[in-house]
């Protein structure tokens, strides 16, 4: 980030060229980790929950040790470096800075792979994927790979008024690719760029050799399907999703920017609001930090945290929840479904995407697998994409 004393991303791309792609490097200042230490110190602290699980939100106990833990060991500047390792970029697209890993591989006819992220994710989430992308073991399932920070996530900019929808950052996004050099390329995309890639599928113009997902959404079809068990228990277990864990995203849909003074003023409340999720929404066995570390876990809040995005990353939801069109989806696609994500039936999914070419069904794993079950999304992607490139 930037080498002066503002949590913002600097703005190397503010040239006379717009179009511009140039170098990025993270380098947030030392009174901004100052400041977050001193601000985890001076935390005021609520009462205990009255039970003794996590049934009312994020137990003060376990709070307060990921807190101390942020404040004195958690090291900032290891992952700060690890993002350096790899090549970053900047560029105004749509008047707005957009920042995006660009990891090329060793292997020149690599394929090229778009990969986004969702809420509460960032591109530190895919870090630990890269190499085995980029330099496989077998040269033929080489990708170069190009990892956005969404509008208003991480190391891209805010947007200053209405209209980044998800429609306009999938419109963004092959520009960007573009502008890499990319005019053909396959995208993968969990959570809200699971959405993002589906819609790059419905306008694609022949430039998407295909598409890989995670959650995928489609409605019902008018004529009646039929559904097997597994799409039960998926509805079944939205359904529950939505009555026991569906609040954040209801506040996030609406106010946003209410939500956005809290979190954005107090660290502990942003690690409690994200915490909670990756909690939640990963196959861990009882485990908070079974498959997910914590300093995996501390990388997103700290970006979050630093960039000040808890009011413009929410604001995706406002923007664009329960207002997608959800169209046909023509180019290739493969879902990969872990049992703790949402999981639709896949007849649904086979009326939207209307060249559905893999569908897996895994035993474990959870809402963020190149974290939790990386092995997994690898074999996933190599296999659907192998016959493509």
Request: proline share 10%.
């Amino acid at each position: 980030m930037p080498t002066d004393t503002s949590p913002d991303p600097a703005s190397p791309t503010d040239t006379t060229d717009p179009t511009e792609v140039a170098p990025f490097r993270v380098a947030f200042p030392e009174a901004a980790l100052a400041d977050l230490r001193d601000r985890l110190a001076r935390t005021r602290w609520p009462e205990p929950e009255t039970v003794q699980d996590w049934s009312q939100g994020v137990p003060l106990a376990y709070l307060r040790e990921l807190c101390d833990y942020w404040q004195h060991t958690y090291d900032w500047r290891a992952t700060e470096a690890r993002l350096n390792a790899v090549p970053q970029v900047r560029t105004v697209i749509d008047g707005l800075g957009l920042h995006a890993l660009h990891a090329r591989s060793p292997h020149p006819d690599a394929l090229p792979l778009l990969v986004t992220h969702g809420w509460p994710g960032s591109v530190v989430e895919f870090l630990d994927l890269l190499p085995e992308l980029t330099n496989p073991a077998d040269p033929a399932d080489a990708f170069h790979v190009v990892c956005p920070s969404l509008p208003g996530f991480g190391f891209s900019d805010k947007p200053a008024s209405p209209g980044w929808t998800a429609e306009r950052m999938a419109a963004a996004l092959p520009e960007l690719m573009s502008r890499l050099g990319y005019e053909r390329f396959a995208a993968h995309g969990v959570d809200w760029g699971s959405f993002i890639t589906a819609i790059m599928g419905e306008t694609d113009t022949g430039r998407l050799v295909g598409l890989h997902v995670t959650m995928p959404f489609a409605r019902p079809p008018q004529e009646e399907a039929a559904l097997s068990e597994a799409d039960y228990a998926g509805l079944a277990a939205l359904k529950k999703f939505q009555q026991e864990e569906g609040g954040y995203s209801v506040l996030q849909a609406t106010r946003p920017q209410t939500l956005g003074y809290a979190l954005t003023d107090s660290p502990a409340g942003q690690l409690a609001w994200m915490a909670e999720k990756y909690r939640a929404w990963s196959d861990h066995g009882g485990d908070p930090h079974g498959v997910i570390d914590r300093d995996r876990l501390l990388d997103a809040a700290t970006v979050s945290w630093l960039s000040a995005t808890a009011a413009s990353s929410a604001r995706i939801y406002w923007e664009s929840q329960n207002k997608l069109a959800l169209a046909p989806v023509k180019v290739p696609a493969a879902v990969s479904n872990f049992p703790r994500d949402g999981r639709m039936p896949r007849p649904w999914i086979e009326n939207r995407f209307t060249d559905l070419r893999q569908w897996r069904d895994h035993d474990h794993g959870g809402h963020f697998p190149a974290l939790e079950q990386p092995g997994l999304l690898l074999d996933d992607l190599r296999t659907f994409f192998r016959p493509l490139r």
